[in-house]
């Protein structure tokens, strides 16, 4: 059969309720993604350094992330958020990773441009064992502008969970890092709910760098590597500057075991090649869990652009516009608010 078999993607109209799909391509993860992974980001958590082989959860995110980009956000302008994302079951070097998709929610904007796809997600390793589930939400591109869908008058929002229960954090299996393997001195005990962590460590983003971070976990959203569909100006994955706070964020958190579950993100703004991340963390609360290896820190990450805000101790996270409307400070880049495992102090 003649004609065009390029693929255009799935358009905002595309979208059922309901519907589910198998995303291609599945995955092995190897030692090359944790070195990938640390030339770009300059993280250090030792737990997925050493030689057991485990792999940082946000390298399986990533990879989920990229696999679920053909069916959902090839056309999307921007990913605007996540919910109840729980890693459920560690990866090690040599698992192979594979996702489904179902569609959960449907809002088309006012615009008529484009519409919010809400999507429930889920990967499993070779074994049939859940290591990733979360519903995410993007922005995706409509092909007709000018015919409004059902979901412009009648949209489908998902309630969707504000926080991942304590009881669902998950403890993972496995030895903790020494004190002599982090250079930390910090445990569960030293982190009062209400301080704020300061991690002073900033970092510039090279068009290079981000670049081929996408690449490297196979996420092909036009908006990340096409100079004339964004004017010249690329859109950095919204992952990148996660991964680069939370690298960030080991100054202070060094004897940290891994994030295991995220209650909520934002990708507040976009961020482009040539800005400058920093990152500070709140203790917003924490639980002992005896019995559990490590105590839980529900923290809230802030990466922001161009300044540090160590400097600038009243740094408002949210601003209001001249309708007197709440809106994210437009240096702020991300806001996540997620648990970390972190060890008792030894005894």
Known sequence: MKGNKGDLGNFFENFEIGRELSCATPRVLTSAETAWHIATTNDR????????GRVHPLI????VIGQTVRQVSLNASANLGYAGMIWHTPVFHGDEV?????IVGLKENSSG?????????TARNQRGETVLHYTRWAMVNKSQPDRPTKYLEAPVVPELPSQVELADVPDWDGALAT?????GRFFFEDYEVGERIYHYDGMTVNASDHTSYTRLFQNSAKVHFDDV?????RLVVGGFPLSVAYAEAFS??????????MNSGAHANPCYAGMTIYAYTDVLEKHDRPGKKAGALRLRMVAVSEANPADEPDF????????????????????????????????
Request: charged share 35%; with cysteine.
């Open 316 to 347: 408002p996270l949210r601003l209001k516009d001249d309708k007197g409307r709440e809106r994210y400070n437009p240096r702020v880049l991300l806001d996540m608010d997620f648990w970390e495992l972190m060890p008792r102090r030894p005894r």
């Open 98 to 102: 594979s996702t489904r998709i179902k």
């Open 179 to 183: 004190t002599e393997k982090t250079g």
């Open 45 to 52: 958590t030792p737990r997925f350094c050493n030689a057991e």
């Open 113 to 121: 441009k484009n519409g919010n796809v809400y999507v429930e997600t």
């Open 252 to 261: 202070g958190l060094e004897n940290r075991s891994g994030i295991v579950a």
């Open 229 to 233: 569909l964004t004017g010249g100006r």
């Open 60 to 63: 399986v995110y990533h990879t």
